[in-house]
């Protein structure tokens, strides 16, 4: 597609619970790139692959978040026992050269109660 | 560690005013990209500054970047409503990476 699809807008979890949210890139794209946006308004990268393959992944919490971006499906984030910290909303971009502008999706909202 | 900060962190100023926000970042880097953000929207792109001297505006906003300085402005020219937002930069880190590094974020409110 022409723009970059995230799914879902909202996401309710209790503590304790998994999240997954998803990213459909700009057709074509081969960069996708993770950031958490805290309600601060302070952006944090997360995650970025090339392809289906792991490009940096220096920003993530090992513990209990994992990403992956296989052939022919949308990219996933998912966070294994949710934390209250974990609220935030998600931002997936895509670029279509690493050194290219990377175009921003509408953001999935995570609510951890 | 790429830093990125901006000044001011929030700004209510009049329709009609001028004023202009800073984004200062502290290793090289010549590529910035200055964002609107919208409450509970996404990111609009607004300007993409590739090299040192660069400068773009459209309509009432102007951005320039001088790389020498690790400074961009992000100029607000005759205010109005419509501008209501929170402006970020971003400056890309160029390690191997491209990971974007955003700026603190200025929350600007323009009053009638």
């Known amino acids: 597609g022409e723009e970059v699809a995230q799914t879902p807008k909202h996401l309710v979890r209790g503590e304790g619970q998994k999240a997954k949210l998803y990213c459909a890139p700009i057709k074509g794209h081969s960069y996708v790139f993770w950031y958490q946006q805290v309600l601060k308004n302070e952006f944090k990268f997360l995650i970025s692959?090339?392809?289906?393959?792991?490009?940096?992944e220096t920003g993530m919490p090992k513990e209990r978040f994992s990403a992956k971006c296989l052939p022919n499906s949308p990219c996933s984030l998912e966070i294994q026992a949710t934390k209250l910290e974990d609220s935030a909303v998600y931002f997936c971009?895509?670029?279509?050269?690493?050194?290219?502008?990377?175009?921003f999706g509408p953001g999935t909202r995570l609510t951890v109660l | 560690e790429l830093k990125v900060e901006q000044n001011p962190l929030f700004l209510s100023m009049q329709e009609g005013k001028n004023y202009t926000i800073y984004c200062n970042y502290s290793?090289?880097?010549?590529?910035l990209y200055w964002y609107r953000q919208d409450p509970g929207k996404s990111l609009e792109s607004l300007f993409v500054?590739?090299?040192?001297?660069a400068v773009k505006q459209e309509g009432r906003l102007m951005a320039s970047l001088d790389t020498k300085a690790r400074l961009s402005t992000l100029h607000i020219t005759a205010a109005v409503h419509d501008l209501s937002a929170t402006y970020f930069c971003?400056?890309?880190?160029?390690?191997?990476?491209?990971?974007?590094?955003f700026g603190t974020g200025t929350r600007l409110k323009v009053l009638a």
């Open positions: 500054l590739l090299s040192n001297g």
């Open positions: 290793t090289t880097s010549d590529r």
């Open positions: 971009a895509s670029g279509g050269h690493l050194n290219n502008e990377q175009f």
């Open positions: 692959f090339q392809n289906e393959n792991v490009f940096d």
């Open positions: 971003a400056v890309v880190l160029k390690t191997g990476t491209y990971k974007y590094i």
